[in-house]
């Protein structure tokens, strides 16, 4: 495996892609940050006839390198861009324009200069025709049939069950909440240990890691969320598997709930989803997201007070217990 960064020389960047035939009588000019990817390295390889982005997985999060990761989890986002290729969502996502398997390395279209939507956190507001365009996206994708041989992503959702209903939850996880919000912390405890809560959530983690029947991106968040062109990107799909859609309509409406205040979010999103829905499903999904994300350790830039914060996670108890 030929690892790549930022700091490559252009010289051995130029000779490698050369050798894999992705390289169209072209000369590479300079290399730079699209922005800041919390998997995998990324890299925006300049040449004096257009631009391209380089996506490569390591063993870890590359955001935080003391945390092991299925390198393999490119492999499943490429299976992903395969299975909707040719459907009517393609053109709200990046095209794939080669992969290298033994680089664990995908070339794919530079979007060029856009923004992810996590700035929605800030505003405390989304619009209502980007919701409506997500959900359609989402539906289309749902939609699409995975081959039987679609990659399990085992790994990487085990990595991932680990944050959303396990690490909430115990008691010494090493994450100081106060760090984050003065008073968080002693706002967690009435949910870390509430054993009735916890038997729930982990029913609800093992259906998470259970095989489902629909294709889901499984992480339709505003992070992977993004706007370029005047028009809305779907990004991220490492975290893809077949499971039960109830998870990415859950995910999505809570984030839109944790970002507005408003809890009339989780019926919106239900009765505008395209097919049909275990709405309870969703409302516990949604529940554990909002759970994870306030009282775990993957923490969003939300500005809400602790009056605020304790509001959510009474609701998102309820969402849960359904």
Known sequence: MKTLDLQTPLATLQAFLTALNWLQDENIQKVESPGEGNMNVLMRVVTDKRTFILKQSRAYVRKYPDVAAPIERIDAEHEFYLAIRGANIEAHTPRVLAYAPAHYLMMMEDLGAGEDMTQIYSECD?????????????AHIHEQKAPEDFPLNLALRKL???HLFVLPYMLDNGFQLDDVQQGLQAL???YKTDKTLQAIIDKLGQHYLSQGTTLLHGDYYPG???????QLYIMDPEFCFVGAKEYDVGVMAAHLLMTTGEHTWLNTVCATYANKLD???VYQYAGMEILRRLI????????RTIEEKAVLLKLARELVMA
Do not use: F, R, Y
Not at 131 to 136: G, W
Not at 224 to 230: L, T, V
């Open 126 to 138: 989304v619009a209502v025709e980007d919701v409506t365009c997500l959900l359609t996206i989402m």
């Open 160 to 162: 991932n069950h680990a």
């Open 188 to 190: 967690s405890m009435p």
């Open 224 to 230: 992977s969320w993004m706007k370029a062109k005047g």
């Open 279 to 281: 709405e309870q499903l």
């Open 296 to 303: 775990g350790l993957a923490q969003l830039p939300l500005k």
